[in-house]
């Protein structure tokens, strides 16, 4: 047994204690993420008469993590390196990392929107909610979410100082947690301005154009600001988030192509921001340790992982398979808790095992690799790491998600 317990810890990694830590933000995170799950699952009604509302919904998960994952792993490394400080002037570190993640949930949020809408068009997604629709839906609801998740990563931060947390082993996994639960809410709450039958009501047609007005100030105003780390973290994380919502986006319509098999088991939709949530989770955890140790120098980003970088990969792996297992048996058991249909615990773990395993392996590829291609074209890899982790695991996820749903004949 004892023998057991030391290969397990080795598998996990040297340090107990980051270890520890990881486990339980993880733990934590997955309960956020099944209350989100009942959430989605409580909303049939509204995702049937919105045609295109579930098609945000992976992306405006994702988007909260993008942006306060970044920022989470930017004063992660702060803190190693001494230069965090709390506080309300503009020009510090602290300060400058605040409003550009602030700036960026508004510009984010107002891209998301627009094409949402283009994609739902292309795609051919029925009856899709109009232009306006989708911008207020996105961006009243991402703001509202955006306000609560930065509150709590400022928390977090100012919480790894007092109690020697280290803020790369806790920040993505809750961060994602508050972002699944209080996204959700906040977009269904944001749908209420909408028309039940996705057009845009008189409200959401005046939110539309206050929205693209207010994403233009904040735009220029960011690109032409004095304060030289906020105009640096703007100008790199702006094609990143672009991309990354894109991907997302396109993710997206392969879950809102199969709504059909969702609201016939309502138990896949309680799956939904859990296994999203968990895969980013991870990918966010690597990132932000491979991002603060190529600060620190203790990792060279070079073609083939060293042995620092290989223990953090390891780690990852093997926190996997538990939290996959996790993931189906947290929704199987959602489904019954509100009596929702479910095609079995059996069939709900094999779902999340079958679509993890294939999540897991783009987290180990991208996050080292994106951290390594960002160190070589001079970006800071704790801004564009994490996004490009989650949005390329999004797309990867959505379609190892639906096809382990089909390969176990559960979907249409």
Do not use: E, H, W
């Given at each position: 047994m004892r023998t057991f317990a030391r290969r397990l810890v080795r598998i996990l990694g040297p340090d107990p204690a980051a270890v520890a830590q990881s486990g339980t933000a993880l733990i934590i995170s997955l309960a956020a993420t099944l209350v989100a799950g009942l959430t989605l699952a409580s909303a049939e009604d509204r995702l049937s008469d919105?045609?295109?509302?579930?098609?945000?919904?992976?992306?405006?998960?994702?988007?909260?993590?993008?942006?306060?994952?970044?920022l989470g792993s930017r004063l992660g490394t702060a803190i190693h390196t001494g230069e965090f400080n709390i506080s309300r002037r503009p020009d510090t570190v602290f300060g400058q990392n605040v409003l550009a993640s602030l700036g960026l949930s508004v510009i984010a949020a107002t891209w998301l929107g627009f094409v949402a809408w283009v994609l739902a068009n292309i795609f051919g997604v029925n009856n899709a909610m109009g232009a306006f629709d989708f911008l207020t839906i996105s961006v009243v609801g991402g703001v509202m979410a955006s306000v609560i998740v930065l509150g709590i990563t400022v928390a977090l931060a100012a919480g790894s100082t007092r109690f020697g947390w280290d803020l790369d082993n806790v920040i993505a996994p809750l961060v994602t947690g508050t972002g699944d639960l209080v996204t959700l809410p906040a977009l269904l709450i944001a749908s209420m301005l909408v028309g039940s039958d996705g057009s845009a009501a008189g409200a959401s047609r005046a939110i539309g154009v206050v929205v693209l007005v207010v994403a233009v100030v904040v735009l220029i105003s960011s690109l032409r600001n004095a304060l030289p780390l906020l105009r640096r973290i703007v100008l790199e994380s702006l094609p990143v988030l672009g991309l990354a919502s894109l991907i997302s986006l396109i993710a997206g319509i392969v879950v809102e192509n199969q709504l059909r098999t969702f609201l016939d088991q309502p138990a896949l939709l309680i799956l939904v921001p859990a296994y999203f949530g968990m895969a980013g989770a991870l990918g966010g955890i690597l990132s932000s340790r491979l991002g603060s140790k190529v600060h620190l120098g203790l990792v060279q980003p070079k073609a083939l992982p060293q042995r620092e970088a290989?223990?953090?990969?390891?780690?990852?792996?093997?926190?996997?398979?538990?939290?996959?297992?996790?993931?189906g048996l947290a929704a199987h058991l959602g489904s019954l808790i509100v009596r929702a249909g479910s095609p079995g615990a059996g069939s709900m773990v094999a779902i999340a095992l079958l679509a993890g395993f294939g999540a897991t392996l783009v987290v180990l590829g991208v996050a080292y690799y994106g951290t390594?291609?960002?160190?070589?074209?001079?970006?800071?890899?704790?801004?564009?790491t994490i996004p490009l982790t989650n949005s390329v695991l999004d797309l990867v996820g959505a379609f190892t998600l639906v096809g382990a749903i089909l390969a176990l004949g559960i979907g249409a």
């Open positions: 919105l045609p295109g509302l579930l098609l945000l919904v992976p992306a405006a998960i994702a988007q909260r993590g993008n942006v306060f994952g970044a290989l223990l953090d990969i390891r780690s990852v792996a093997a926190l996997a398979v538990p939290i996959f297992v996790s993931v390594l291609a960002a160190v070589r074209l001079g970006l800071d890899p704790d801004t564009a």
